[in-house]
């Protein structure tokens, strides 16, 4: 058994095989093809990019359903009445999430997004002083990440080009963590990576790049964007001072769905650098006072309120989540994966394709990445034969 804490067992090789036959029968033997049901799916598509954005549920759209009934029935009312009153949406759902990322129910909030949650947490945990000025994040991170990155090196009145240090890849695909953790040098102030790369779907060693920056004195997060739903994470007890995500991608939350960040415990009480009402102690937040006191917990890191009615889809694709399993989704990820990785090889890699994902059942996420030259017309030529891919350019 092989395990960096986010991945789960690597066992012996299972016994694929080409034909259809072999791929009925997998699906006879899957625990969990009593879901794909729930889902809306079309008749004539083969729905590949569900690491971009998750396809809907029925569990999704009857939660949406209730919401939007609440908002009928009791409009202002619905924020303390109704079933499931909307001024603690995002504590609760926070708490539902908590258990796919390995935290306790206080240190997670929904709200924001990827992007604004990033800008919230790194204004709060990049405290420049002395010789640690520079933010360390890497070459291979979604494009976002880096802008807002730049900017909240700009914002301290660094430049980006001394102050935000960017790892390189070896190959242009994945990232060596030996790199990563010999970039943490004393100037460093910040780490912020993902845990997933989104292009490859290389896996990082979480656990292992968390420990090194916490043994030299440096706050690190992380961008769960592309593992949330797709991989455990044991955020809290691996020690990560915060992270965040989104919730359209492996959670199935719908388009432009809220966010998510993780803020651990030893960090309860610090005061949220971009402060709102929201983050304001849930008790007293309808004071109106003029002295912000903030939430005991995550929460304090929200700012405006919520999007309650798209927000409301995370209701019935967590509970889904939770009666599947993750640990069960996760090995079938796995295996589908494995699955498809074989079948490259076996029948596309004589036309010159190739798997840009590590093979290693913990280095990687929920995605395969295959690549070709003529990568671009490939995915058009799919996507009019009714197979959806995800695209990404190789830099
Ligand atoms: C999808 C993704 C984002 C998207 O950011 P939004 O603010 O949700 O638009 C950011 N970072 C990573 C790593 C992603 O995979």
């Given amino acids: 058994m092989t395990t960096n804490g986010l991945g789960t067992t690597e066992g012996s090789a299972p016994p694929y095989a080409l034909g259809p036959d072999h791929a009925a029968d997998r699906d006879r033997a899957d625990p969990l093809?009593?879901?794909?049901?729930?889902?809306?799916?079309?008749?004539?598509?083969?729905?590949?990019d569900g690491n971009?954005?998750?396809?809907?549920?029925?569990?999704?759209?009857?939660?949406?359903?209730?919401?939007?009934?609440?908002?009928?029935?009791?409009?202002?009312?619905?924020?303390?009445?109704?079933?499931?009153?909307?001024?603690?949406?995002?504590?609760?759902?926070?708490?539902?999430?908590?258990?796919?990322?390995?935290?306790?129910?206080?240190?997670?909030?929904?709200?924001?997004?990827?992007?604004?949650n990033l800008h919230s947490l790194v204004s709060t945990f990049y405290r420049p002083s002395g010789a640690r000025t520079r933010i360390l994040a890497d070459e291979l991170t979604f494009p976002s990440d880096v802008y807002a990155l730049a900017s909240q090196v700009r914002l301290r009145g660094y430049h980006p080009d001394e102050h935000l240090v960017l790892v390189r890849s070896r190959d242009g695909r994945t990232l060596d963590e030996s790199d990563v953790v010999e970039a943490m040098t004393d100037e460093i102030a910040l780490v912020v990576l993902p845990t997933v790369l989104y292009r490859?779907?290389?896996?990082?060693?979480?656990?292992?790049?968390?420990?090194?920056?916490?043994?030299?004195?440096?706050?690190?997060?992380?961008?769960c964007a592309h593992s949330v739903g797709a991989v455990p994470h044991r955020l809290h007890e691996w020690g990560v001072d915060f992270a965040f995500w989104c919730t359209y991608k492996y959670l199935n939350g719908g388009p432009g769905a809220v966010g998510s960040l993780f803020v651990h415990e030893r960090h309860f009480g610090t005061m949220p650098a971009l402060a709102g009402w929201w983050g304001h102690h849930k008790d007293r937040q309808f004071d109106m006072?003029?002295?912000?006191?903030p939430a005991p917990g995550?929460?304090?890191?929200?700012?405006?309120?919520?999007?309650?009615?798209?927000?409301?889809?995370?209701?019935?694709?967590?509970?889904?989540?939770?009666e599947a399993g993750l640990e069960r989704v996760r090995a079938k990820s796995l295996d589908q994966t494995g699955y498809l990785m074989y079948l490259i090889d076996e029948l596309l890699s004589p036309l010159g394709f190739a798997v840009g994902t590590p093979r290693e059942a913990w280095r990687r996420?929920?995605?395969?990445a295959l690549e070709h030259p003529d990568a671009v017309r490939i995915a058009r030529a799919l996507k009019q034969r009714g197979a959806i891919p995800d695209f990404g350019r190789q830099t």
Avoid: N
């Fill in 33 to 48: 093809a009593r879901f794909r049901e729930r889902f809306y799916t079309q008749p004539d598509r083969i729905y590949l």
């Fill in 52 to 116: 971009s954005l998750g396809l809907a549920s029925r569990d999704a759209e009857a939660a949406v359903l209730a919401a939007l009934d609440d908002w009928k029935r009791f409009g202002i009312d619905g924020w303390l009445g109704g079933e499931r009153p909307w001024f603690y949406l995002a504590e609760e759902l926070g708490a539902l999430e908590a258990e796919l990322v390995g935290a306790s129910p206080d240190e997670l909030v929904v709200t924001g997004s990827t992007t604004v």
């Fill in 200 to 223: 490859s779907g290389q896996l990082l060693d979480v656990e292992r790049v968390t420990r090194a920056a916490r043994e030299r004195g440096i706050p690190i997060g992380w961008d």
């Fill in 289 to 293: 006072t003029l002295d912000f006191e």
């Fill in 298 to 322: 995550a929460g304090a890191w929200q700012i405006g309120t919520p999007p309650v009615l798209g927000a409301a889809a995370l209701y019935g694709s967590l509970a889904m989540f939770r």
């Fill in 365 to 368: 996420g929920g995605h395969v």
